[in-house]
């Protein structure tokens, strides 16, 4: 009996996927609603325990946004997933008189505790553009209320900021334009 002299099969090279970065993200939320419990996580990490170095984290706008304000509530929920995460805001007040114009912006967590509030006028200073810090990652909903006035926000988290894609220049028509066409 004579035995063939096979080389063994190559291993295919299978390459791995690069995973896509989670994102914290920013979704509609109805303030008037009762929260739901969060699922309970079985093994929580110490909050004393910090691997973090003391520097400074640049933070990039994840989201931003306007909300006209005219006595009823607004709400995001936003799922964190890079924290610490900032809120910049600016009031825009509709009318003159300082006595009407008033917005409150207010973070809560899962539980409905309240980690950081801030606003605008009645009990808070009439700075018109001020930020609002929270050092902690995870679900939160931000409660934007007041009356006679305009804010724009944006939520900046420690996301990476996205991609910009330049666009090409537009190439102009050389030949002879018809009448109701081209450039005016």
């Known amino acids: 009996m004579e035995y063939l002299d096979i080389p063994p099969p190559e291993e295919m090279y299978t390459p791995e996927p690069t995973p896509t970065p989670i994102i914290s993200t920013v979704a509609d ?25 003391n520097t400074r984290k640049i933070l990039n706008t994840t989201y931003s946004a306007s909300v006209g304000l005219g006595g009823y509530a607004n709400g ?10 900032a809120i910049s805001y600016t009031v825009h007040p509709n009318v003159t008189n300082p006595l ?7 973070v809560s967590d899962p539980w409905q505790r309240v ?10 200073s009439s ?3 001020k930020t609002i810090m929270v050092y902690r990652e995870g679900i939160h909903y ?10 724009d926000y944006s939520i900046k988290t420690g996301d990476p900021a996205p991609e ?16 109701g066409e081209g450039p005016y």
Request: aromatic fraction near 14%; charge should be negative.
């Open 29 to 53: 939320w109805n303030p008037y609603e009762v929260l739901p419990l969060p699922k309970q996580i079985g093994n929580r990490t110490s909050i004393l325990r910090n691997d973090d170095s």
């Open 76 to 85: 995001k929920l936003l799922n964190i997933t890079k924290g610490p995460f």
């Open 100 to 106: 009407l114009v008033w917005a409150k912006l207010t």
């Open 115 to 124: 980690i950081a509030e801030d606003g605008y006028n009645r009990g808070y």
């Open 127 to 129: 700075e018109e553009t």
């Open 142 to 151: 931000l409660t934007i209320e007041g009356e006679f006035a305009t804010i």
């Open 164 to 179: 910009i894609t330049p666009t090409p220049v537009p190439e102009y028509y050389e030949d002879e334009w018809f009448e």
